[in-house]
């Protein structure tokens, strides 16, 4: 009878160490996640910090595109409002979209294409564009984890009992796969 007992009290002992352990893996991955996005977060800030300074640049030339000029604030203030990460992804991609335009008609102006600062600006913005693309694809890789961890056993057991739901991926805007062109140098 004592055999049995221990045996019993040794099993439910293995099984509430498996329980917290995969808890503690949950609480650890949805952590990473969320630290994941924060960086995402400091990239997008970076790069809506940068982007007054190229629109100020190009403002005197451009007068009449005030259309890109007013959907770039549009978009800042939307990302500052947003609560939720789906929200602030939505203002990203509206961002994304007016920047896009932006950059475009940036290459129809010879005076911007040969200015020093807008050059500057936009090396700067490449840059931030491609920490931004590092950061998403981490986050991404990190919310693929997590999301597999709360489909697998012990985990899965874990996940419903506490309730750790399903994370979204970072999904970019239709035609964000193909980066717009852009050349400042000036034409001969």
Request: glycine share 6%; proline share 3%; charged share 25%.
């Amino acid at each position: 009878m004592n055999k049995i007992l221990l045996v019993i009290l040794g099993a439910v002992a293995l099984i509430v160490v498996v329980l917290f352990g995969a808890y503690n893996g949950l609480v650890t991955k949805n952590n990473a996640i969320d630290g994941a996005w924060a960086q995402v977060e400091t990239q997008y800030q970076r790069r809506f910090d940068l982007i007054p300074n190229l629109v100020e640049s190009a403002k005197g030339v451009m007068q009449q595109e005030k259309d890109v000029f007013e959907a770039i604030a549009n978009a800042r203030t939307q990302y500052g409002g947003a609560k939720t990460v789906d929200e602030k992804v939505g203002a990203a991609q509206n961002l994304d979209s007016a920047l896009s335009r932006l950059l475009v008609i940036v290459e129809n102006y010879p005076q911007l294409r040969s200015s020093e600062t807008v050059s500057k600006l936009m090396d700067e913005l490449a840059g931030t564009e491609n920490r931004i693309a590092v950061e998403r694809r981490r986050f991404n890789e990190l919310v693929q984890d997590y999301n597999l961890s709360i489909k697998v056993v012990p985990s899965n057991l874990i996940a419903g009992l506490f309730g750790f739901r399903e994370r979204k991926y970072f999904q970019p805007s239709t035609g964000a796969e193909v980066a717009p062109k852009v050349d400042l140098k000036t034409s001969p």
